[in-house]
Structures are given as structure tokens and as C-alpha cells.
């Protein structure tokens, strides 16, 4: 596998459950690929490790736990991650990402790419459904990550 976009969240707790909604999204909306994985991570944490290991680029998409605006987005790449230039814990769900980058690097595995797209939530309430703060940025972000994979010379085609 060439990328995996990988979808973090609860899918119980509204805005917490973004990444979620946009693999499922966009494993709807666009046909199959080898070199494309969309990878519902859901409340795995660590336990999901293994998908950053198993590939060369990442693309994690998930709620942020920061200081900003309901439905704010903020991307970063994997530099940002290693320096610790976001915050500790992105979700309430999971440790936090550099922990788990700091194990793979240990383990010679970490990928080469890393950007992860963050959104501030706008609520955390039980409910199934998006805030619609948080919404907006869906086909924003599916533009976006459509926009990354051609950079690594893949052509998302519609289902």
C-alpha cells in the first residue's frame, strides 16, 4: 500500500467522530485503489500502529484538541508531529501521535510522510451526527487529500 488515510474518532461523542465519517465518506465516493487504503482507525489508538507501519505516506484525519474556533482546520506534517508543535494528545480518544511515532521510529518503521488534518470540534455531545461547523469541512478536506495523493501520482476516480 502506497497511502493510507486514516480516519480516527468515536463516532458516539459528534465532532470526535470526523475522521470516521470522511473514511467512510470517501471509501463511498471513490473506486478502489491499490495504491489507496481509507482506513477507519476509529478508537484504536496505538492499536493501530500497525497501519502507519505498513505504508510510506500517512494522511490521518481526526478531531483537535487546541485552543482556536469551532470547526478551525489546521494541517501538519510529520516534522510538526516529531517537534511537538501540536498539541500532546490531538484527541481526547488516544495517546498521542508522537508517542506512537516515536515507537515506530524506534522500531525502524515509521512512515516517510505523515500530514494530519485536525479540526476543532465545535461539540463533543453524544450524537451520532456532525456539528455543522465541523461538517463544512468535509468536502474541504476530501479536496484536499484528493489534491495530496496526486502529488504521490495517484488519481482518485469517482465510484
Request: hydrophobic letters at 40%.
Amino acid at each position: 500500500m502506497k497511502v493510507v488515510v486514516f480516519g480516527a474518532g468515536n463516532l458516539l461523542l459528534s465532532d470526535e467522530g470526523l475522521g470516521v465519517h470522511l473514511v467512510k465518506r470517501m471509501n463511498e465516493k471513490y473506486a478502489p485503489s491499490d495504491d489507496v487504503e481509507f482506513y477507519d482507525g476509529g478508537t484504536m489508538g496505538i492499536l493501530a500502529t500497525h497501519k502507519l507501519e505498513e505504508t510510506k505516506h500517512v494522511i490521518i484525519v481526526d478531531s483537535l484538541e487546541a485552543e482556536g474556533e469551532a470547526g478551525e482546520l489546521r494541517v501538519y506534517q510529520k516534522e510538526d508531529i516529531m517537534l511537538e508543535k501540536i498539541p500532546a494528545k490531538m484527541s481526547p480518544h488516544q495517546i498521542g501521535l508522537q508517542e506512537v511515532l516515536t515507537l515506530s521510529e524506534l522500531r525502524g518503521k515509521a512512515p516517510e510522510s505523515i500530514t494530519f488534518y485536525g479540526v476543532i470540534p465545535a461539540s463533543l455531545d453524544s450524537d451520532v451526527e456532525l456539528s455543522p461547523e465541523v461538517y463544512k469541512r468535509m468536502e474541504e478536506i476530501d479536496e484536499m487529500i484528493v489534491s495530496e495523493l496526486k502529488t504521490f501520482g495517484i488519481d482518485m476516480c469517482p465510484a
